[in-house]
């Protein structure tokens, strides 16, 4: 983190998702600064960064790629996006990444990855967000209260999409989901 709170990465980056391309390493991370003055909720703004290499192990000044788009409005208390994966396949980079909300009014109040969305990029630097979520909590039983953690991989001549989930409040329940293109549009 830079730590000046107010950068889009001031107090926290985490969660790596590295993929080779243009014979580079390119790494995707989720990082965290306060939106505002941090006394209104949402209080923090997460975006997903990037780092590159060209051999691995020294890495460039990091830049924001992908920060909170008009989809998922302040109001809502969307605060942004974590947990990026990503993956080259038919010519770009696909990039996937759970969406964070404040959750306010509900019991208990909490922040909750609700949504996996898509991106896709020909230059892994700009990037074009799919119009609607991949999924969201609502998509399962054992996703009701959140639904996070993509990850993504190119086999056997198919895009494969694994995800966490949980209904920890209302069923107990929890699992690992999974998803094939064409089943779900990349």
Known sequence: PSGKFTDWNGFQVAEPGAVVFKNKVYLYFAAVGFKGDGTEPPFVKRSIGLVISDDGSTFKSPQK???????????????GYSTPAAVFYSDRLHLLYDVFQYRKGE????????????????????????????FTRESFLWTRREIRSPSILYDDQKLKMWFAGDDLIAKKLWGIGYATMPDVKF
Not at 112 to 128: M, N, Y
């Open 65 to 79: 790629v992908i920060e909170q788009s008009s989809l998922y409005p302040d109001q809502n208390g969307f605060q």
């Open 107 to 134: 019991k208990p109040e909490e922040h909750l990855q609700v949504a996996l969305h898509h991106a896709v990029s020909s230059d892994g630097i700009e990037w074009t967000e799919d119009s609607t979520p991949i």
